[in-house]
């Protein structure tokens, strides 16, 4: 603390300190407001300039991203509409379990409540249901960065249970993931293929500890092009 000073030395320096703050605080917060709202308008504008007439990319109902599988749509209420990779570049793949059945995982996505969901289902045959497109913000990682980069896909069964991992299923989802690397241009390594666990702030530890990364890397690259 500094010295004291008397009341009425106190009472002007008082006041003039406060309407000098005032002023100055008012221009500030001025000009950091306007910077902030400009930087905020800009990022909406190269997120959202597909939505203009004529410029975003044609859909229609039921199309696939991925040729193998089977189409069945998510509830709009767990993804958000966007237009990637040009206006978010896709740099991941996330590997996901649901802790369940694969009729049960289809079921919750379809669910508005449930406020989740991954853009591909693998079933234990081997059997792929795509519920979102590639193109739309899946909210499957429970991290806003990462929903935007990359595409979930999640695996039917548990992760204590290793017999739940079956070769058919290893084999479907690597063949997708080596469709989703190669489309994107995706590198095939541990880096840019993450486990649920691995997404910063996320409290999930999908796949556990008996997804066999080394098998499944290797099945990816082997389904790649040559």
């Not at 004291?4 to 008082?14: D, F, L, P």
């Not at 504008?45 to 039921?62: D, F, I, N, S, Y």
């Not at 767990?78 to 059945?101: C, E, F, K, L, M």
Request: aromatic share 8%.
């Amino acid at each position: 603390m500094g010295t004291k000073k008397t009341a009425g030395a106190r009472k002007s320096a008082g006041a003039e300190a406060e309407h000098g703050i005032s002023r100055r605080g008012l221009l500030i917060g001025a000009a950091v407001t306007a910077v902030g709202t400009a930087a905020l308008a800009r990022e909406k504008l190269e997120h959202a300039w597909w939505r203009l007439p004529g410029v975003e990319k044609p859909r229609k109902p039921g199309e696939l991203d991925y040729a193998r599988a089977q189409w069945t749509a998510a509830s709009p209420a767990n993804w958000r509409r966007a237009d990637r990779p040009a206006d978010y570049a896709i740099d991941r793949v996330v590997i996901h379990v649901t802790q369940g059945s694969f009729r049960g995982a289809v079921k919750v996505f379809q669910n508005p409540a449930h406020g989740a969901a991954a853009h591909y289902v693998v079933r234990k045959d081997g059997h792929v249901t795509q519920m979102i497109r590639e193109l739309d913000v899946a909210f499957h990682a429970g991290n806003k960065s990462y929903n935007e980069r990359s595409v979930g896909i999640e695996h039917e069964g548990f992760v204590d249970r290793p017999q739940d991992f079956t070769a058919a299923m290893y084999e479907a989802s690597a063949r997708l993931s080596a469709a989703i690397c190669g489309r994107y241009g995706i590198p095939v390594d541990r880096t840019h293929i993450i486990g649920h666990v691995e997404v910063p702030g996320t409290d999930h530890t999908d796949p556990g500890p008996h997804w066999d990364w080394d098998r499944y890397i290797e099945l990816v690259r082997a389904a790649g092009p040559r």
